[in-house]
């Protein structure tokens, strides 16, 4: 007989969801620079998942993204490059269906752009970051999750950002969009 995945989220249940937001794209526009629209791998997250009614949870989580261009971690690239990264905290109200969680909420991002540049020397290249930029950006992020194992998730979550602390130019779109594979880890149970 095939496990079945379907059972309800109950309310009282409290469940801390680790996951690794693994493909990953990030849009954004770094003051005086153009637009930069990138993919790439790696990243981390973990939340709280807060049960108030049967199949409904408020989800708070906190994590990082970046545009590594390889899967399996660092590489140096050398020569001159880019790199992506955003932190960002969400606070998403999701309901589960079966097989399947969709949420909505708000969202809270750091979007980091970095310029990396190579100098040569006479014993040894070393690389050098030639310029940093950085900004805070509030939006609205969905996720979708379908539950492929009594603890296992895979999902996708799009995060746009519209509105940008402190800069010129305050409303911008600008968005991340992760493929994300979820581990629930239950901690309290009803």
Known sequence: KEPDFREPAVKGEI????SSPYLNNIFHKPENEPGKNTAGFMGLSAGI???YKQNKY???SFGGITDLPVPMGPL???GE???QRLAY???LNIYKLNRFSLGYGISVGKYNWYHYKEIPDSANSY???TAEKNHLSFGLPACVYFQTGRNFYIGLIYRPTFYRKKKKKKYKYEHSASIDFAWRIGLRKK
Do not use: P, T, W
């Open 15 to 18: 469940n801390l969801k680790l």
């Open 49 to 51: 998942d807060f049960v």
């Open 58 to 60: 408020i989800r708070i």
């Open 76 to 78: 140096d690239r050398g």
């Open 81 to 83: 490059y880019e790199q």
């Open 89 to 91: 905290m969400d606070i």
């Open 127 to 129: 690389r050098i970051e």
